[in-house]
Nanobody
Framework: VQLQASGGGLVQAGGSLRLSCVPSRRTSSTYKMNYAWFRQAPGKEREFVAAITRSGTTAYADSVKARFTISKDNANGFVFLQMNSLKPEDTARYYC??????????????????WGQGTLVTVSS
């Protein structure tokens, strides 16, 4: 499944953004998948941000816990990442990813086999 991420932009520190991830085709399979957000800052490796299983179980990186919320719109197959209290260190390209169902949300990239093109988030100080 192809994924399209959107919602990035430039925001001041302390502000909020909401990222969206939409599968190009919504089938019975897309509703059964697990989803995640990863990010990659310039010169750094891609890192896990948040994940959600098809049943709604979530997991977060320690660096975003209590500031970011991942959610799903099961009716439309959308996945969202609400980002509050943004910090300059959150600046990165954010990627949504999808993978086969696992009972626990996975935080490693190899668990996901479909990736979007990414959306750029820039947080100014």
């Amino acid at each position: 499944v192809q994924l399209q991420a959107s919602g990035g932009g430039l925001v001041q520190a302390g502000g909020s953004l909401r990222l969206s991830c939409v599968p190009s085709r919504r089938t019975s399979s897309t509703y059964k998948m697990n989803y995640a957000w990863f990010r990659q800052a310039p010169g750094k490796e891609r890192e896990f941000v948040a994940a959600i299983t098809r049943s709604g179980t979530t997991a977060y990186a320690d660096s975003v816990k209590a500031r970011f919320t991942i959610s799903k719109d099961n009716a439309n197959g959308f996945v969202f990442l609400q980002m509050n209290s943004l910090k300059p260190e959150d600046t990165a390209r954010y990627y949504c990813a999808a993978g086969p169902f696992r009972s626990s949300p996975a935080s490693t990239a190899r668990e996901y086999n479909s990736w979007g093109q990414g959306t750029l988030v820039t947080v100014s100080s």
